[in-house]
Structure formats: structure tokens, C-alpha cells
């Protein structure tokens, strides 16, 4: 009898700037692919993939079939006019810090649409565009509810497959303080519809691992013992605040740097980490355990902030992410190639 193909998920971590790591990881993976098949494109080496956030952005150029290589440049090239230096730009008021958000994401909208549109043949691409199963956490702040987007893989959903592409990855990537809350409308041949106040998916599933594994378990119907889950971080800062530190108000946590957005987006994705291998072990007592890699830098107490748009902090990405891709890269193909 065949043995059934494993059902493989990518997750991509949420992590601005610091998307960087796992573009660059993911476009040696390609280059090491391509030389195996090279009519293959990545994303049919994955039956899901979810991203959130910076993720969300790369999952979805992934998924439209956007070389990795063209997305690492994508992130050197317009970096500083996403995130720039507070000195380049007129900087708010204290005042006006908590109100509005510290940068405009028209820019990172412009360039999303054109770079996603030009990867589906001059259109701009909706969801149901997408050439693989994609699930991109965003949290839906008209109604107070997360929200999980989803290509149309299931007879049940009936909505997001009709949003455009685009407007869901800022959706996700729309970090409370960096950006404002996104809203949107849309119109196509699919329906209409409008979506209100959308902001980052990484204030609930900053590593949405333990969304692909419940996707693909609830809605995909997979055994646990078929799933094989690659999982991308961007980066694992360590923020230690010291006693003897004077007490910080409110503008050291949230503004020009918000700190506290980071804590909690870092703490989020490392005890995902956690889940998974503490479920991965139950399903393991019960001879129904899953094929898990987890690839992750550790940037210790010098952390690079997720708006960071220097040169230097760019090139020091892209190191971590050549040596990510150095150390890892073996492990990678053999995870992806085993039966």
C-alpha cells in the first residue's frame, strides 16, 4: 500500500523589519530546491502556509509565487521609506503619540500592490488568487474578535477568499502604534464588502504555528501523524528590565520605540513555541506525534527593533539570515524530502 504524503505547513513569525530572516532563509531554501527541481516553485513544497504580520506579507508574495530572492530585496530596498528614521520624518507630539501612530502605512501599502499585482499578471489578486492554502491572523477591531483569513480550502467559508490580497497582508501587518488600524473596501466579481479597524494578527498569534496546526487538523482533516510543520522565526530578543532602572512612564513604553508592543510580540511567539512542543510530546504518548522544525535566531539582549531601517541593521539581517540558512539548510531539505 502508497504511504500517504505528508501534509506540510510553513509558518512565518510576525517581526517587522526583522522579516528579513526568514526571506533570506527561505530564498537560499529556493536556490537549494531549485537545483533538485527546478520547475518547482516553493510554494508547492507546502499544502499551508501561515504568516502573521511581516509574515503575513511574505506568505502571501510565497503563495502568488514570488521568488524569495525578489522579497529579501523588497525589504532592503524599501525599508528606510517604511520605517523612517524619526529625525527624516516630522515627528509627532507626545500628544498626539497615542492617538494617531507613528507612521503613515500608505507606502507600505503602495508597494504591496504593486509588487503583488505584478506577480499575478497585472491584476490585482485577491485571496483566491493565492496558488496554496494560506491563513493570515489579523484581529478584527470594529467587532473585537480575532480573526483568522483564509483561502477558500473548506466548503464553509464563504468571505475571505473575495479580499484582496494586499489589503489582508497590511491588515495583519498593522501594529498597533507603528501603524494605524487598517480599514478598507472592496469590489470585484466575487461581491463587496468593507472591513474596519484591522490591526496586527501578532496580539494573539504572533507565531501562528498553532494556527496551521489547528487549521489543518479541523478544517483540513489531518492526523496529527501526517502533519510536518516548518516554522520560521524572526528573530528572539531577550528584554530584561533592571531594578536599579528610575521607574518609566508611559512614553518610554510606547513612544518613538513602543517597547511594549515587542515584549508582547516576542513573548507571544516563544510560548507558541512552547505549545507546540508540549503538544507535540502528548501526541507522541499516543503514537500520533508531528514532524516539527523550528528555525530561530537568538539575538540575545542586543535585539534589533522591529521599524529598524538602517543599513547596518539591514546588513546585520541578512547575516543572521545567511547563517540561519547555513546552520539550518541541511535539516531543512532533509525535513522536507522525508517520507
Known amino acids: ?5 505528508k501534509f506540510t505547513i510553513l509558518t512565518i513569525d510576525g517581526g517587522g523589519i526583522r522579516g528579513l530572516i526568514p526571506a533570506k532563509v527561505l530564498a537560499e531554501l529556493e536556490r537549494e530546491l531549485k537545483l533538485q527541481n527546478p520547475d518547482k516553485p516553493l510554494y508547492e513544497y507546502f499544502d499551508l502556509i501561515c504568516g502573521t504580520s511581516t509574515g503575513a506579507i511574505l506568505s502571501i508574495a510565497i503563495a502568488l509565487g514570488i521568488p524569495a530572492k525578489d522579497l529579501v530585496q523588497f525589504y532592503k530596498e524599501h525599508a528606510e521609506s517604511i520605517f523612517p528614521r524619526w529625525y527624516l520624518k516630522v515627528l509627532p507630539r507626545k500628544s498626539r503619540a497615542i492617538l494617531t501612530s507613528i507612521y503613515s502605512n500608505k507606502t507600505l501599502r503602495r508597494k504591496l500592490k504593486e509588487i503583488y499585482t505584478e506577480a499575478n499578471g497585472g491584476k490585482i489578486p485577491i485571496i ?13 477591531g470594529n467587532d473585537g474578535q480575532i480573526n483568522v483569513i483564509k483561502t477558500k480550502h473548506s466548503e464553509d467559508f464563504f468571505r475571505d477568499y473575495k ?9 495583519s501587518a498593522s501594529a498597533p502604534v507603528y501603524f494605524p488600524p487598517h480599514t478598507f473596501s472592496f469590489s470585484n466579481e466575487f461581491g463587496e464588502g468593507v472591513n474596519v479597524n484591522m490591526i496586527d494578527g501578532g496580539i494573539f498569534a504572533n507565531n501562528p504555528s498553532l494556527v496551521g496546526i489547528l487549521e489543518a487538523t479541523g478544517k483540513l482533516n489531518q492526523d496529527f501523524s501526517d502533519i510536518r510543520l516548518l516554522s520560521l522565526g524572526t528573530g528572539k530578543g531577550k528584554h530584561i528590565i533592571k531594578k536599579s532602572w528610575k521607574p518609566k512612564d508611559i512614553w518610554y513604553w510606547l513612544f518613538p520605540k513602543p517597547r511594549l508592543l515587542d515584549i508582547i510580540l516576542d513573548s507571544q511567539a516563544q510560548i507558541t513555541e512552547q505549545y507546540i512542543l508540549f ?24 535585539t534589533i527593533d522591529l521599524n529598524a531601517s538602517s543599513k547596518r541593521d539591514l546588513q546585520r539581517l541578512e547575516s543572521i539570515g545567511d547563517e540561519l540558512a547555513k546552520n539550518n539548510l541541511s535539516n531543512i531539505l532533509k525535513f522536507l524530502n522525508s517520507k
Open 1 to 5: 500500500m502508497e504511504e500517504k504524503k
Open 128 to 140: 483566491n488568487d493565492l496558488k496554496t492554502n494560506v491563513c493570515i491572523p489579523v484581529f478584527n
Open 163 to 171: 479580499l484582496p490580497a494586499h489589503e489582508v497582508a497590511l491588515s
Open 279 to 302: 503538544l507535540k510530546r502528548m501526541a507522541e504518548k499516543k503514537d500520533d506525534g508531528f514532524e516539527y522544525l523550528r528555525v530561530q535566531y537568538d539575538l540575545g539582549g542586543d
